[in-house]
């Protein structure tokens, strides 16, 4: 029994209903995709402007004219990939590392002031991301002194907070009696934290890495604010550049969109299990 | 007993604190840097007229400057407009998918999850400049063809005052809802199949089971959902920032958007500053709000 009567009736019947479910679901998952489906069909059109192309949503001519205006547009247009590509691996890296350190620390080692610490954490959660980008713009910029390096689209984001709760909720569900007969036999707690509670926590580890990267990867914010050279800007910096110098290059620009978007396509298709349980994961809880 | 054993755990906890502070001290350095630091700041610079050589205190000026404002206020109008228009919608959206995915195969379950979920891993860049195209005001335009055949005139989308908010909302209401979905499915699943079996004994149909039991149990989840969407809506500014910067004549000026152009396009840091905090007292506010009025009986 469930919230549909699948004992009862008869097949013909489940068998029009699940059809007509899936029908609906289809005609939803088709609107969301459109875009994307539209991106990438248009961006193998001739690199024209736009005045001289009709779209059409099938696809019809193929040709990596597009790609390459896009890539004429800037010499830097293959290094924006290579800058995303650091950025969001070191702050990936970092955030795994220190975000899991920090999580097992507030969720399994006894110190003075862990639940005060571990509050402040929570509270600033809740602060929208405008109160801080004025102060963290005036520090990296103007006191630092730092403006357009790697360190100043990497420093703000080494470890979020985000991360270290996400890994402190995973972590609080391993039970104690692991880690102090561990503890019995001999274990440091950075022992512990490395051979105990990091394979324990692949999954969560896991879920992290690919999240965090996502969103380094799809960043535009902050890149935009703190770089002023094509030659430090991410993928999405550049890709709105191109988007502002070129308004009537249709075909080039969703190229560029394609571009960007793209390997983090592949990283879903390959990874997807994780994706989706990296939504559960954060929000049981929440 | 008692004692040896608790002897035995202080002895086996010994050195635990040092640990503890060197697993956190560099969460805690970030978090001091550019986290705490930069708030404190924010409320400092709030009551300053900011020059980067030396601010000069201006009190509440900053404050008064903005509620004088009428653009703040209409930012704030249209934030509200837009934050209405999304995310019930959205918040619909999911649970109607949620519950139609539901009774289908374990795998199609997944795939549908993934499907849904898959425009967002699109940057909001990447999106945005596919959107702009679908709006684009000419008679070839994606969304004019398709309004066309219904035997609608063609609109400015983006470029008119009357359609440009409700251009931002459409593109919402088609953007991503897999996270919202996944989270619906998850609660769906956790509910006792013991209640429809009661249910089912009493002779309720599916609407009735919908009503007394799916909405109910499902309350937290869409309490969450509405917090955190009314929350990420109130901040919206990437959007705004790319499709119409805002205009024209600032119907889609929110209030995230206001505060980047008063930073950084006017170089007033310290009214964008002032008005940032002004957000974040709406935005607990609001959270406060929500959960005083709909979460009364919900546990956490």
Known sequence: MSLYNNQ????????????????????????????????????????VEAGAVSYSIWPGKFTLDSYRFFFAFSEHSYRWLWNSLIVATVIMVSNVIFATAAGY?????????????????????????QVTQVPLYILIVNIFDIPNTYSALILPSLVTVYNIFLAKQFMSSIPNEIIESAKVEGCSQLQILTRIIMPLSKTVMAVMA??????????????????????MQTIQVGLKNFRFANTTYFSPMMAGATISAVPMFILFFSLQKYFLEGVTVGAVKG | MARTASSNRNRLNRGDGAWGYAFIAVALVVYTLFTAYPVVSAFLISFQEYKPLGSTYIGLDNYTEIFKSSLFWKAIGNTVVYTILTVP??????????????????????????VYYLPAVASGVALSVVWLWIFDPMQGGILNQLIGAFGIDSQNWLGASSTSMFSLVLMSW?????????????????IDDSYYEAADIDGASFLQKMWHIVVPCLKPTTLFLLVTGVIGSFQV??????????????????????????????????EAAAQSLVLALMIGFMAF??????????EY
């Not at chain 2, 919608?89 to 993934?114: D, E, G």
């Not at chain 2, 088609?174 to 956790?190: C, E, F, N, R």
Request: proline content about 4%; cysteine-free; charged content about 10%.
């Open chain 1, 105 to 129: 620390s507030f969720a399994k080692v006894r110190f003075r002031g862990s639940k005060f610490l571990f509050g402040m954490l929570l509270v600033a959660m809740m602060i929208p991301y």
């Open chain 2, 237 to 270: 500014f990437q959007n705004a920032y790319l499709m119409t910067g805002g205009g024209p004549d600032h119907a889609t000026t929110m209030v995230g958007l206001l505060i980047f152009d008063t930073a950084f396009k006017y170089f007033e840091f310290g």
């Open chain 2, 174 to 190: 088609l953007s991503s809802h897999g996270t919202s979905i996944i989270i619906y499915v998850a609660a769906l699943l956790g």
């Open chain 1, 8 to 47: 009862l009736g008869n097949p013909l019947f489940k068998f029009v209903r699940n059809m007509i479910l899936i029908l609906l679901l289809l005609l939803f998952a088709l609107a969301t995709l459109f875009p994307i489906y539209f991106m990438i069909i248009s961006s193998f059109g001739d690199p």
């Open chain 1, 210 to 231: 690919i999240l965090t990267f996502m969103d380094a990867w799809n960043t535009f914010f902050w890149p935009f604010l703190v770089t002023n050279t094509m030659e």
């Open chain 2, 89 to 114: 919608v959205a918040l619909i959206l999911s649970f109607a998918v949620a519950v139609m995915i539901m009774p289908l195969r374990k795998w199609m379950q997944t795939t549908f999850k993934a």
């Open chain 2, 289 to 298: 709000l929500q959960f005083k009025f709909l979460g009364k009986d919900v």
